[in-house]
């Protein structure tokens, strides 16, 4: 059984920085290409990174230079640093493959940027 557990979210100030984690199991995780999405209140799902197999990155424009996915295939998990955080980062935060997302969504983590 597919599982995607999202964890890292929480509460923090403009300019701050979290980073998520994302634990699957139940899928040949080296051989996904990954995905960080996010979906604000009334607004639909956004991908926000993606991560080949071999370490290849793209970024939703208007996070490039503050995020960065990486991942650990030893440890089937992916992550995503998030810096200089603005309140537009404001979403929950889920992971799923890419480009489909056919995986078993997760709970996401919930991610607040706010003073």
Excluded at 31 to 49: C, D, F, H, S
Excluded at 101 to 115: E, F, I, M, R
């Amino acid at each position: 059984q597919v599982q995607l557990v999202e964890s890292g979210g929480g509460l923090v100030q403009p300019g701050g920085s979290l980073r998520l984690s994302c634990a699957a199991s139940g899928i040949i995780f080296r051989i996904n290409t990954m995905g960080w999405y996010r979906q604000a209140p009334g607004k639909q799902r956004e991908l926000v990174a993606a991560i080949t197999t071999g370490g290849t990155t793209n970024y939703l424009d208007s996070v490039k230079g503050r995020f960065t996915i990486s991942r650990d295939n030893a440890k089937n998990t992916v992550y995503l640093q998030m810096n200089s955080l603005k309140s537009e980062d404001t979403a929950v935060y889920y992971c799923n493959n890419f480009p489909n997302g056919n995986l078993n969504w997760g709970q996401g983590t919930q991610v607040t940027v706010s003073s």
